[in-house]
């Protein structure tokens, strides 16, 4: 397994699992054991948790399963059959690659804070102090995570986004106005139409004109796919490395999961990366069975989730910003479920502090997909006897 | 009998119900529960959960 995440791990621990006893090695770049990667905006920021309470496996874990963990490792090279590790080669008889991806930066303002890893994270940390002025670019999961959890610690938060809403990737209008709200109602200064113009020290100037005091200067844009060693290696990489539905890439004996992954979309069968814990650790779980000869297609609904200011937010399936859409509850109460079909079936559904919905509804999408909308706007129908 | 949720994704373990497909029998308390035990809905980690608290 190439890379630590949650994918690498999850490959390593499902082939054990399965019953495989030959050698395993989990190799990563990162100077840390495994971690909770989602936890590092959220309670890693917030301070309500340090690092070594989100390692993912307890520290005798790797010797008792007998996995191989090295850390701080980057392989240098793959061919049929071998990887290279520091310098010397290695047999294999499978390679799965989980090497995730790599924060986006800015051409104005490269030297600006970024958080994918837990480094980035304890650089950060110490620079979220009470008062401090922190400009975040982008609102999209990350962004506005990190604008939440600095606003817990007191600090002063102005985000610039590119949309007329936050989360705009994932969520419909009606329920971007809704987070718009949510953030502003806590003291973020959220501007929108807006992005990073030019930085100097202490100031930034967003693209509108306007100036904005500085501290610290965080830029959540998304990510970019780790596909040197793939490419290098002549694997077919399309955005992310392109995989069949069992997660085999273009070379016999290559895999591939989670960020870096392009499995095939469970609706339309295009190649489709996705940048969520659940299909990381879903995907990984998948290989290490068809690695052992299962056949066993990843077609799992997307999900994921948020948290920003205590407000739980999940998404699961594709919603499109111009599907139909039901909503359970209102929008003004700050607590909704929302519904999406198109042409008579379901796409995805959001909830906003309403957990115990979601359970329902991702079983219910992926089991009885032409349900009608009409069905589920009714308060009155238990979404679990529905499922 | 307590209900522990997963900070992650929201899954609540509760005490009473326990969670048999993991072989984990009804009316198991949180400290029996397997250290390498993991969130069936989302795999977070044991340590990931914190109590909440029900109201009677």
Redesign the interface.
């Known amino acids: 397994m190439v890379g630590t995440g949650?994918a690498g791990t999850?490959t390593a621990a499902s082939l054990r699992q399965q019953g495989y006893d030959g050698r395993l090695l989990l190799v990563g770049s990162e100077p840390h054991p495994p971690y909770?990667r989602?936890?590092l905006s959220k309670?890693v920021l917030q301070g309500t948790k340090k690092l070594d309470?989100?390692?993912?496996?307890?520290a005798s874990?790797y010797a008792d399963h007998d996995v191989e963990l090295l850390t701080g490792t980057t392989v240098t090279a793959l061919s049929p059959g071998a990887v290279q590790v520091s310098g010397s080669d290695l047999r294999t008889d499978a390679v799965v690659l989980a090497t995730g991806g790599l924060a986006r930066r800015l051409t104005a303002s490269p030297g600006a804070e970024v958080l994918r890893t837990a480094d980035d994270a304890q650089t950060l940390l110490p620079r979220l102090l009470p008062g401090a002025r922190i400009v975040v670019v982008g609102a999209g999961f990350l962004g506005a995570e990190v604008a939440s959890s600095a606003v817990a610690r007191g600090c002063s938060v102005t985000v610039l986004e590119a949309a007329q809403a936050p989360l705009g990737r994932v969520l419909p209008p009606s329920l971007g106005a809704l987070y718009t709200a949510l953030h502003r109602s806590r003291g973020v200064d959220l501007r929108l139409g807006t992005g990073l113009g030019s930085t100097r020290p202490g100031t930034v100037t967003d693209t509108s004109g306007t100036v904005h005091a500085m501290d610290v200067l965080v830029v959540a844009v998304g990510q970019a796919p780790q596909t040197r060693l793939a490419e290098q290696t002549g694997l077919l990489v399309r955005d992310g490395i392109v995989v069949d539905a069992h997660g085999r890439t273009s070379l016999p004996g290559v895999w591939a999961a989670g960020d870096v992954a392009a499995f095939p979309d469970r609706v339309t069968g295009a190649p489709r990366r996705l940048e969520h814990?659940?299909s990381a650790?879903s995907q990984g779980a998948s290989v290490a069975r068809n690695l052992l000869g299962a056949d066993t297609p990843w077609t799992e609904l997307p999900w994921c989730?948020s948290s920003q200011h205590g407000v739980?937010l999940?998404v699961c399936g594709n919603p499109g910003t111009d599907d139909d859409l039901v909503l359970r509850g209102r929008v003004e109460d700050g607590t909704v479920t929302a519904v999406f079909a198109r042409d008579g079936r379901l796409t995805g559904a959001v909830t906003i502090d309403r957990?115990s919905d979601?359970?329902a509804l991702r079983r219910l999408i992926v089991d009885a997909p032409g349900t009608p909308l009409a069905l589920l706007a009714d308060e009155g129908v238990d979404l679990a006897q529905v499922a | 009998m307590k209900i522990w949720r997963c900070q992650q994704c929201g899954y609540e373990y509760d005490e009473a119900q326990g969670w048999p497909e993991d072989g984990i029998a009804p009316g198991t308390p949180w400290e029996d529960v397997p250290d390498d035990w993991s969130c069936p809905d989302c795999g977070a980690a044991k340590s990931d959960f914190d109590m909440v608290l029900v109201a009677a």
């Open positions: 949650i999850t909770r989602t936890a309670e309470s989100v390692w993912l496996k307890p874990w814990w659940q650790m989730w739980d999940q957990t979601m359970r």
